[in-house]
Every structure is written in structure tokens, then in C-alpha cells.
């Protein structure tokens, strides 16, 4: 069984950084992408960040040019860097894991951002 485990939250003020990590464990087999997303109280979960087994990336339109999106393989880990924090993106992050066999959710990360 899969597991996600993400770390890196925290209060930071508007204009500040970030970096959440997201570590995989367990038996996995072939990972196609892994996602963050975010969910905001009242608002619908939204995607954040993805990048695919090749590598590749793309951004929601509203952290575009602030928030990076990298992972290390050797280690089953994916990171979002956050950059020029606002207030708007106060939310609680998630991992997401798709492989060939499972799609897994992590527990989540608070990220607040005070004005």
C-alpha cells in the first residue's frame, strides 16, 4: 500500500517562501505523475502543480512564474516551491501519487499566508 507524507506547511507573510515535500513509501509501481493541489474552506479542491514521469510540468494560472514544481526519484519524493506568497493562496496542500496501479491522496499541509 502507497502512502504520502508532506511536510513544509506553515504561516508565512505575504511576499515569503515555502517548500513543501511530498514522500512516497511503500510498494510502488511506476509512477505516471504526481500532483499538488490545494483546497481553500468553501472553495472546490483545485491542481496547483503536476509533473509527469518524463518530467514534464505545468501550473495553474495563478502560481505560474511563483511556484516550482520539482521531484527527486531516487527518493519517491515530489517538492513545490512557493515563492511571492499571497494571501490567496492560504489553502491546505495535497500530494497526489498516480501510478500504473493506485491513486493516492496525502493528509494534507496547512499554507497560510497572512497580509
Known amino acids: 500500500q502507497v502512502q504520502l507524507a508532506e511536510s513544509g506547511g506553515g504561516l508565512v507573510q505575504a511576499g515569503g517562501s515555502l517548500r513543501l515535500s511530498c514522500a512516497a513509501s511503500g510498494t510502488i509501481v511506476r509512477i505516471i505523475a504526481m500532483h499538488w493541489y490545494r483546497q481553500s474552506p468553501g472553495k472546490q479542491r483545485e491542481l496547483v502543480a503536476t509533473?509527469?514521469?518524463?518530467?514534464?510540468?505545468n501550473y495553474a494560472d495563478s502560481v505560474k512564474g511563483r511556484f516550482t514544481i520539482s521531484r527527486d526519484n531516487t527518493k519517491n519524493a515530489v517538492y513545490l516551491q512557493m515563492n511571492s506568497l499571497k494571501p490567496e493562496d492560504t489553502a491546505v496542500y495535497y500530494c497526489r501519487l498516480i501510478s500504473v496501479t493506485a491513486g493516492v491522496w496525502g493528509q494534507g499541509t496547512q499554507v497560510t499566508v497572512s497580509s
Open positions: 509533473i509527469t514521469s518524463s518530467g514534464s510540468t
